[in-house]
């Protein structure tokens, strides 16, 4: 079979996957469909060979994928974890400011205060 009319089978498999399933299929879905055995088994060598490799793949993308997700995992808690000191730390600051603008309105209310104490004891 040329290349040409692998095409165009593989675009017709596709497509009654399709109709028959009601979902798209992916060539790896379609390969297993067409080469390996309900037992689990390849219909021939090549394929067995073919399979052989393509579960080795799997399983290393899986560990792959395990991996990255416990990396994402740590980053998100430290990320949250920066995020919390953040937070804190801005809180703690604003609480500073506020403490120092108190102060600032109670000397100026004082200075006020005894100013006016004072300019009343004048007259």
Do not use: W
């Amino acid at each position: 079979m040329d290349e040409h009319h692998h095409k165009d089978f593989l675009h017709f498999l596709l497509t009654e996957f399709k109709e028959n399933t009601g979902h798209n299929s992916c060539r790896i879905e379609l390969f297993d469909i067409t080469h390996v055995q309900a037992n689990g088994q390849a219909v021939n060598e090549p394929t067995q060979d073919a399979l052989h490799k393509r579960l080795e793949a799997d399983a290393e993308l899986k560990e792959e994928v395990k991996h990255l997700k416990s990396m994402l995992e740590q980053q998100a808690s430290q990320m949250a974890d920066q995020s919390k000191r953040f937070v804190e730390q801005q809180a703690s600051q604003m609480a500073e400011q506020r403490t120092h603008f108190d102060n600032m309105m109670m000397q100026m209310l004082s200075y006020i205060t005894s100013q006016s104490a004072q300019s009343s004891n004048d007259h």
